[in-house]
């Protein structure tokens, strides 16, 4: 959870004042086990936080950028437990916001960002014109955005999957937060998505409400889901929740390329976007085995959820999922070790 001017899940966190991306396309347990599970460290001013170990000429220490999603989460966990088990790295974790990160990797405080959702400014600042930042091809995963409603009460009333027909619905959606109008939940305030345009450009009767972050928006659709009460949500793909509370997607204005280009005048769908991994351009060329397997490293939307799930869900450290998942998958991870 955000695309052509900073796209689906880039608006998960840059900024989606409205990631996209998604994600932010953001509290309770997710944030718990992102803050501490993986970092130990805040997130406050996460633009000053550095490792020691990166971009460490000669040493074998590589340093990863975690995004707060629980699904960038488990990519991290896998590199790391492989990287550290299988190839001999030492490994640190940094926790930062999209958009930051992108700074980051550029200085070589951070080696590699695992999930990026697209950020097409930063791309042309680092990869481009600077040549600071190299791509570190697919993660095989691909991100979509988008509204969703309860999929018991989209069985119930059809029609509501049309966006056409939500402000026949608008008072269904009512909350105290909303008021008079229909409610739209959205995740933190600092995410940039394209709610509050579409709202108004397509003349919707709602309200964009922010949980706060992303552990608050999945506290408040499980809370929803329990009393089978409606709600209308921005949410997005991949995402472990849906095993848990399956979510049927109300179908936008289809997304073309540059509807979104215009922050105040789109009235479309967020796109489908293919995640990819981006590395330090010092660490891209001299990282070893370490950089070779991060360009190698590629897994499938299930493969993600599964190891999320354990995480969110089953309450394991993200190590401890990662070793699970690792016992269990050995075909498929040991493809992306060097050979």
Known sequence: MARTRLTARTRLTAARTGRAAPRTRFAALAAAVALTALTGCGAADMTRQASPYADAKGSRTVTLSVQSWVGAQANVAVAQYLLEHELGYRVDTVQIDEVPAWDALSQGRVDALLEDWGHPEQEKRYVDDKATIKPGGELGVTGHIGWFVPTYFAEQQ???????????????????????????????????????????????????VFAGSEAAQITQIKQFAKEKKPFLSYWYKPQWLFEKVPMTEVKLPAHEEGCDADAEKVACAYPHTPLRKFLNARFADGGGDAAAFLKKFRWTTEMQNDVSLMIAEEKLAPQEAAARWVKANEATWRAWLPS
């Open 158 to 208: 059809p029609d509501v999957t049309d966006w056409k027909n939500l402000n026949k619905y608008a008072k269904d959606f009512r909350t105290a937060e909303s008021g008079s109008k229909g409610q739209l939940m959205d995740g933190s305030p600092s995410y940039v998505t394209n709610d509050k345009a579409l709202v108004k450009n397509l003349g919707l009767d709602y309200q964009v």
